[in-house]
């Protein structure tokens, strides 16, 4: 069977997906990296090798944080940004959409489509504060299993006032708020509302965001913040039913006009893959280095501004 | 005797008024010390020693000023306040001798020149060049004279860096000769052509395959863009950050702008939404990158491909 092989490498999760020449997911994974990318891929490609059995690859698109890494280790035939990879994807699905909303793990984007077009986007890198990994946490403290959290602020009755502006400052208003007595119900609705309005405030101060909204990335699971998105605005929020996995099969959807693909292979698998680094004494920057090796063999390194280590390994 | 030697730090003014200020005192036989490009320790250096709500280009200057101020006499830290009748110079600029003299002890002599053109009228550059010969203990007139030539030489730019005047972008035609996505520039200069705080910007443009371009406006230029706002801008560089936005907008050949500006700057807040919402009216592709001090590569990065995607696909 010939299929496209999208892989989306993110700060929190690796996500692999692969697709038929329509764009159809013949398979897909998502899993926490734990901070092994390497390891996430490779036991992806084991699962995807177990389940699928021989399968030819004819492209491979990867994307996200690491769609660099991912590419030096796989052999990438598109690598691409994750907003246009998000776009495409959902274009894809849903032609007419006209705003995308995706929070993922780390960092969060709005962008806006106009007549199957991108026209306009923001993203924020810098600010964790409004994204998965704020409500995970939070959600640990608190004590619930983080796929609950939207069940627990669907309850509430009365959602409290939380701040959402900075992380710390909203665990303080958290703790602040259960010594009033609030319950947990109302505190976990007003988590969600303080990512929401962290959101909007970040991203989409000027911008409009007009109807159909498709909302996706990780944190889409969380009917609380969907539900605080449509309030907040009064638009309906669609969720893909492929909403954790968008950005890969826009990568894997790019990837489709391969004519001969870099695919290095299945046995990435069963490579002896690590990583290292070190900083560079050759001037005042001290770059950090990353280097990817194969048993003794460095098979790439990246991070130097210069390029000269980058270079030296191709 | 041994010439006294001037430090002149490489972050702020230095990227618009340093070749002259670098003329004058070598032609007055002072040695001028200047800081290398920002590297990481200087920007490290700037942050440690900075108080937390500084903004990413005065930290870098107090790294370059901590790299000097023990190998020189004298550091050069002139006070600007306004460089026209009716514009002003953000206030932390206007403090920024003050903010070097608390945040380190052990300086050499400062020399912090006051530059107001509001106050001072065409008596400006005299004003500014009295304390300058009071520490260099030289003539007044002769210091005078030469600051006074030397005021308009213009400030080198990395060779990386397309830097047209407004003239040429409308008369030489340097954006038609050949169709490659050409992305307008806009920023403050010590933000732009800092290589270490813009993360390359240019560069990495080019190496996308896209033609850079930041222009530097002129007076008849300034003066039609202030008309299309619906207030003067007063900040310095703002209105000329505001001005060059307008130019990109209007003209066809180029394809997309990209304002740069510093995450907590006060006067890029302003100026950023009045290009937004006032200038660009033909909906041209826009996109403010804000750089911060924890910004990485990466980052920026995505930004830049994700914009020149964007464009790709709204011209094809």
């Known amino acids: ?314 | 005797m041994k010439n006294l030697r001037i430090g002149i730090p490489r972050a702020l003014l230095y990227y618009s008024y340093a070749e002259s200020w670098k003329l004058s005192f070598s032609e007055l036989g002072l040695d001028v010390i200047t800081s290398p490009e920002t590297h990481a320790n200087i920007l490290r250096e700037g942050i440690k020693h900075a108080v937390g709500d500084l903004c990413l280009p005065v930290k870098t200057f107090l790294g370059h000023a901590a790299l000097l101020k023990d190998s020189v006499d004298l550091l050069f830290i002139p006070r600007y306040v306004s460089v026209e009748k009716e514009s002003f110079m953000c206030p932390k600029m206007i403090g920024l001798p003050d903010v070097v003299r608390a945040c380190f002890t052990n300086l050499p002599g400062i020399i912090d020149p006051l530059f107001h053109v509001k106050q001072f009228g065409d008596n400006a550059v005299r004003e500014f060049t009295k304390p300058i010969a009071k520490a260099i203990s030289q003539h007044h007139p002769d210091v005078y004279t030469l600051f006074k030539r030397n005021m308009n030489t213009a400030v080198e730019i990395p060779a990386e860096q397309n830097r047209v005047s407004a003239r040429l972008l409308s008369e030489v035609g340097i954006l038609s000769s050949h169709r490659k996505m050409n992305i307008g520039i806009v920023g403050r200069p010590y933000l732009l052509f800092d290589r270490h705080l813009s993360k390359n910007l240019f560069k990495y443009i080019k190496d996308l395959g896209a033609n850079p371009i930041y222009l530097k406006p002129e007076e008849p230029d300034m003066r039609e863009a202030m008309a299309v706002i619906p207030k003067w801008v007063y900040w310095d560089m703002g209105k000329e950050v505001v001005t060059s936005a307008h130019l990109f907008f209007k003209d066809d050949r180029v394809d997309g702008v990209i304002n740069v500006c510093s995450s907590t700057c006060g006067p890029d807040s302003f100026t950023g939404d009045l290009i937004r919402k006032r200038l660009n009216q033909r909906n041209k592709p826009y996109m403010a990158l804000s750089i911060d001090e924890h910004a990485s590569d990466v980052g920026i990065q995505t930004r830049i491909e994700a914009f020149m995607d964007m464009i790709a696909r709204v011209t094809a």
């Not at chain 1, 911008?207 to 907040?232: C, H, M, T, W, Y």
């Not at chain 1, 894997?252 to 870099?262: D, F, V, Y």
Request: aromatic share 6%.
């Open chain 1, 1 to 314: 069977m010939e299929a496209y092989l999208g892989i989306d490498v993110g700060s929190v999760t690796t996500k692999v997906v692969l697709i038929d020449r329509h764009g159809t997911a013949l398979w897909s994974s998502y899993k926490k990296t734990m901070g092994q990318p390497i390891k996430a891929l490779q036991s992806a490609f084991s699962a995807l090798r177990r389940g699928m059995g021989d399968i030819e690859i004819r492209g491979v698109g990867t994307t996200g944080s690491g769609r660099k890494l991912a590419d030096y280790i796989v052999g990438a035939d598109e690598v691409k940004n994750e907003i246009t990879a998000h776009a495409v994807s959902a274009i894809h699905h849903i032609p007419n959409v006209r705003t995308i909303v995706e929070i993922g793990g780390q960092d969060s984007k709005l962008i806006l489509i106009r007549n199957g077009v991108v026209v306009d986007f923001s993203m924020n890198t810098v600010c964790a504060a409004g994204t998965g990994s704020f409500l995970e946490h939070q959600a640990a403290r608190l004590g619930i299993a983080i796929e609950e959290l939207g069940n627990y602020a669907l309850a509430a009755s009365s959602p409290a006032r939380i701040a959402g502006r900075c992380t710390v400052f909203a665990e303080s208003d958290m703790i602040h708020k259960q010594q009033m007595g609030h319950n947990l119900e109302d505190i976990v609705a007003g988590l969600c509302d303080a990512l929401v309005r962290n959101y909007l405030n970040n991203l989409s101060r000027g911008k409009e965001i007009s109807d159909p909204v498709i909302f996706q990335g990780g944190v889409a699971a969380n009917p609380g913040i969907k539900a605080s998105f449509e309030r907040e605005l009064g638009k309906e929020f669609i969720v893909p039913h492929y909403y954790p996995i968008m950005g890969a099969i826009g990568a894997a959807l790019l990837s489709r006009n391969t004519t001969q693909t870099r695919f290095r292979g299945w046995s990435l698998s069963e490579k002896q893959l690590s990583t290292s680094s070190f900083y560079c004494s050759d001037c005042p920057n001290a770059c950090g280095v990353m280097q990817i090796n194969d048993c003794d063999e460095v098979i790439a390194r990246w991070g130097d501004t210069c390029g000269k280590w980058g270079r030296m390994s191709e």
